[in-house]
C-alpha cells in the first residue's frame, strides 16, 4: 500500500458516499486509475465494506456502557462457549479479547437503565462462561474517529 492508496482510504473514512469522480480528484488521479486502485483496495480486504455513521441518541439509545468479563475459566470449551454466546446479542457492537486483570470488553448500547438491567439480568449473565463481569457507563463521548491514524 503507497501513499496514494492511504489518500483513497483516509478519504473514504471521512465520506464513504464520494463518487469516483470526487475521489480521483481528491488524491489527484484520474478517474480510471483511481477506481482500479479502489476495486483492488476492496478485493485484497483492506475496505472491508461501507456504512452510515448513525447518531445513538437520535436512535433512543441513551446508555452506553463498557462491560469488562472474566471467564470462569481459561479454557477451549468455556471460550468458545462464551463467544458463540455474545455474538447474538444485538446490544453488544463490539467485544475486544483483552490482556490484563479482564477476558473481554464489551461495548454495549441500551435504550435505558432499566433496558440495561434486563440485557443483563435476562441475557448477558445467561452466556455461557462468564465468571465476573463488571460495568462502566460512558457519561459522554470526547472523540470519535472514523480515520485510521497515519492515514491523514
Not at 455474538?87 to 483483552?98: P, S, T
Not at 438491567?117 to 463521548?141: N, V, Y
Amino acid at each position: 500500500m503507497d501513499k496514494i492508496d492511504q489518500k483513497i482510504i483516509s478519504e473514504l473514512q471521512r465520506d464513504g458516499r464520494l463518487t469516483n469522480h470526487e475521489l480521483s480528484e481528491r488524491v489527484s488521479l484520474s478517474p480510471s486509475p483511481c477506481l482500479r486502485r479502489l476495486r483492488q483496495l476492496e478485493r485484497d480486504g483492506v475496505i472491508e465494506g461501507y456504512t452510515a455513521l448513525v447518531n445513538q441518541e437520535a436512535c433512543g439509545l441513551h446508555i452506553t456502557a463498557f462491560v469488562s468479563i472474566r471467564l470462569e475459566k481459561q479454557n477451549d470449551k468455556t471460550i468458545q462457549a462464551f463467544e458463540n454466546g455474545i455474538r447474538n446479542l444485538d446490544e453488544i457492537v463490539a467485544c475486544y479479547l483483552m490482556s490484563g486483570s479482564s477476558d473481554y470488553l464489551l461495548h454495549v448500547l441500551s435504550a435505558s437503565l432499566k433496558d440495561y438491567e434486563i440485557f443483563i439480568r435476562d441475557k448477558l449473565s445467561r452466556t455461557p462462561g462468564i465468571g465476573t463481569l463488571e460495568t462502566h457507563f460512558a457519561f459522554g463521548q470526547v472523540k470519535r474517529s472514523t480515520v485510521f491514524p497515519g492515514f491523514d
